[in-house]
């Protein structure tokens, strides 16, 4: 159980935050302008739906530290950000961040997250956590760099629940730091992240809590077209005391495509596998997000 609860803490730090729009057009798409180091503007609204598919077969977790084959364990996790500018100068944004889970254990095939049949022992699903949120530009003659601050609220009445975990029970003080630098040219774009989650609350009540995980990652994206890129990344993650003598890491590498659909719609699919790593799972993850920025 404890392979499962560490595992799908890890899944949630690899949500990749899609890119948005900027209304001067002049100097590129939607994908192209607005990545998520951007600000909006007063009244713009910026809504994603992002779907992360997580399933493995082997993990770490074997003794010393080897590989092993495990029964199949799938986790879904559906999320739905909501942000809208609201200061006259362009700096300021607020927002709400909306959290579903639906886990399988045991074995089961991965699409049966789908089923949301919560068959005792193998299955659990449920909204499992909302966060407020805000997102600043801390040096106004650096627009191209963002914190995003946000609290994440535990809904889950127990992390556990006849043998299947659902998410932490625990607060999460989450701060996500955005850089992004576009090449001569335009054709290519460069974007960073730092995030950073603090996990606290009664010990009992989570074994994550009184921890800090740290995720930085780097993307590369290609513009073969304004309305079309193609994008690499890696993304490494530590886990730094979690309350338990229990420490973790491990590395993903992945690429993905975005197309811009409308002025006002653009779509993303997303591919990562966990290549390396301490105490962690080496599974796989599918994406697929919905973006409308208006």
Known sequence: MKRI?????????ISFSGFSQEEDQDQG?????????????KGQWDIKWFNNLYTET???FGPNGDKQSIPRNTFFTST?????????NNNFNIG?????RSNVIGGR???DVFSFDGERGSARSGFTSFAPA???????SVSNFTIQTAIHIPLVDNEVEDGVFLDQKGFIFQNRFFYDYSFAGGDWQLFSELNTEYNFGKKEDSFANNS???????????????????LALVQHSQLIDAGNDFSQDFTALGGGVKYQLTDVLNIETLYTSFVRGTDTGLGKTFNIGLRALF
């Open 80 to 88: 739905v950000d909501v942000f809208t500018g609201v200061s006259e």
């Open 29 to 41: 798409s939607v994908i192209q302008t607005y990545t998520p180091s951007k600000l909006l503007k």
């Open 109 to 111: 095939d991965a699409l």
């Open 58 to 60: 082997k993990d770490l």
């Open 134 to 140: 805000i997102k600043f530009n801390p040096i106004k």
């Open 5 to 13: 609860i560490i595992t799908l803490l890890a899944i949630a730090t």
């Open 212 to 230: 800090l995980r740290l995720t930085p990652g780097v993307f590369l994206s290609y513009f073969p077209s304004s309305k079309f890129t193609i």
């Open 96 to 100: 709400l961040l909306l959290e579903f």
